[in-house]
Nanobody, 121 residues
Framework: VQLQASGGGLVQAGDSLRLSCAAS??????MAWFRQAPGKEHEFVAG????????DYLDSVKGRFTIVRANSRNTAYLQMNSLKPEDTAVYYC?????????????????WGQGTLVTVSS
């Protein structure tokens, strides 16, 4: 499975962005987004199962971010609204063939390249 992430950019606080993660090859069961802010560890942001019914979010993004999967199940989107400067980070999409959303980075086998999101105050 190869993952291609896109959609980052420079926005102002309160703006919105949508990140995309397209998977090629076999459809992964679980897809997720992680992020790494400057000087900080990677952190889980959101995850979604194959059907798109089960989702999990980092507490600080609940109510602002939404993860969905396309009907084809091969693409996951992260809709980010009401962005804050503390959301500034490199965002990575990740996937694994097994079901079950986990927040552990080591659980995910496949990774896309990062896409930079910068939120100015």
């Amino acid at each position: 499975v190869q993952l291609q992430a896109s959609g980052g950019g420079l926005v102002q606080a309160g703006d919105s962005l949508r990140l995309s993660c397209a998977a090629s090859g076999r459809t992964p069961s679980t897809m997720a987004w992680f992020r790494q802010a400057p000087g900080k560890e990677h952190e889980f942001v959101a995850g979604i199962n194959l059907s798109g019914v089960r989702k999990d979010y980092l507490d600080s993004v609940k109510g602002r971010f939404t993860i969905v999967r396309a009907n084809s199940r091969n693409t996951a989107y992260l809709q980010m609204n009401s962005l804050k400067p503390e959301d500034t980070a490199v965002y990575y999409c990740a996937a694994k063939p097994q079901p079950g959303i986990t927040t552990s980075r080591s659980s995910y086998y496949f990774w896309g390249q990062g896409t930079l999101v910068t939120v100015s105050s």
